[in-house]
């Protein structure tokens, strides 16, 4: 069964008021623990071949975004830690190509994790797991 979401991101996207991203509580813990080993952290999602339909996770700035991309959303990053305050790793934004944006503009989105690997370029692939988008048309 899929998870559900645990942490929905900022909304950035002009003239909208919902979350159109979201984290589940795996993707979660994952991005603690890659934040811990890489530093602050970014995705994207091209709907290009090779695992295109897998969001792709990078240090921040690593992956060059443009004109053509567009900024979905920005989530907090919780640290998670029980030492910790509580408060937030940092920002981690969520990026999509603007053609894969088109067809998927009346979707929401929910990051999350399953076994396997996927893209050998997302941080993700070492740990033999691997972030995968689940979709649900918006307001809904």
């Known amino acids: 069964m899929p998870e559900s979401a645990a942490l929905d991101a900022r909304v950035v996207v002009a003239g909208e008021t919902e979350p159109r991203v979201a984290l589940s509580p795996a993707a979660i813990a994952l991005l603690q623990r890659l934040w811990a080993q890489h530093g602050p952290l970014m995705f994207h999602q091209s709907g290009g071949c090779c695992d295109g339909s897998s969001p792709m996770c990078y240090p921040a700035g690593e992956f ?26 940092g920002e981690l934004e969520f990026w999509m190509s603007v053609e894969q944006f088109s067809y998927w503009r009346h979707t929401r989105l929910l990051v999350d994790v399953v076994d396997g690997r996927g893209s050998g370029f997302s941080v993700e692939a070492p740990e033999g797991k691997r ?8 307001g809904t």
């Open 64 to 89: 060059l975004t443009g004109d053509a991309d567009v900024l979905l959303g920005v989530f907090d990053l919780p640290a998670g830690d029980a030492s910790s305050d509580g408060g937030a790793l």
């Open 131 to 138: 972030f995968l988008i689940r979709s649900t048309l918006m």
